[in-house]
C-alpha cells in the first residue's frame, strides 16, 4: 500500500490480507522501537517478511522500499484527495490515539496533541508536508522497473469498487 500518511493504507492492507487469507504486517511496527526509535532489526524483519510466498503491508521508509518493491506482485496506491479526505482522517486518527492514550508499537503512544506547535514532524504536520511525495515515489518506482503492478485509486468508491471487484475475483468471493 502506497499513499500519504492518514490516506487508509493500514486498513486498506488490514482488509485485503483478510479477504485473501494473506499475512498483513504493520511495518510501523516493524519500524518503531521504544521511544519512537528505529529497530536495528527492522531490514532483517522486512527482509523475512518479503520471503514469504505472500504478504501484504505498506510501501513505507525509503530503507524498506526497494526491498518490498522488488518482491511485491502489486502496489496499490491510494491517491485519495488530501485535503477533504485524508487531512481529516489523519487528524481524527491523531486526536484519537492522543486523546485515549493509545499504545502503538513497542509502548509508543501519540504525543500531546499541543506539540502540533512545537514539533515539526508532529504527525499531521508531517502529512501535510509529505503530502505529494508519495506520487514522485510511485512515479520514480513506474518508470524504473515493470514490477509491480500499480493500481491507483482516487476516491474512496474506486477503493470499494476495487476490493469489490479484483480482490474478490482472487478470493473467489464473486
Known amino acids: 500500500m502506497a499513499g500519504v500518511s492518514g490516506v487508509g493504507k493500514s486498513t ?3 482488509r485485503i490480507g483478510a479477504e485473501l487469507g494473506l499475512l498483513y504486517t504493520e511495518i510501523d511496527g516493524l519500524f518503531h522501537g521504544p521511544g519512537w526509535t528505529p529497530r ?3 531490514l532483517d524483519d522486512v527482509r523475512e517478511l518479503v520471503a514469504r510466498a505472500a504478504w501484504v503491508t505498506e510501501w513505507q521508509y525509503s530503507s524498506a ?3 518490498l518493491a522488488e518482491r511485491a506482485d502489486l502496489l496499490v496506491w491510494l491517491d ?3 485535503w477533504t479526505v485524508t487531512l ?3 487528524v481524527r486518527r491523531t486526536v484519537r490515539r492522543s486523546a485515549r492514550r493509545e499504545v502503538l ?17 508532529h504527525i499531521i504536520r508531517w502529512g501535510i508536508a509529505t503530502r505529494g511525495k508519495p506520487a514522485a515515489l510511485v512515479a520514480d518506482l513506474r518508470h524504473s522497473s515493470p514490477r509491480p503492478v500499480i493500481v491507483r485509486l482516487r476516491s474512496l468508491r474506486e477503493v470499494d ?3 469489490d471487484g479484483a480482490v474478490a475475483r482472487v478470493a473467489g468471493h464473486d
Open 12 to 14: 486498506l492492507a488490514k
Open 40 to 42: 536495528e532489526r527492522f
Open 65 to 67: 522500499r526497494p526491498l
Open 80 to 82: 485519495l484527495p488530501f
Open 88 to 90: 481529516p482522517r489523519l
Open 105 to 121: 508499537w513497542n509502548e509508543n503512544r501519540e504525543p500531546s496533541l499541543w506539540s502540533i506547535v512545537s514539533n515539526r514532524d
Open 161 to 163: 469498487a476495487w476490493v
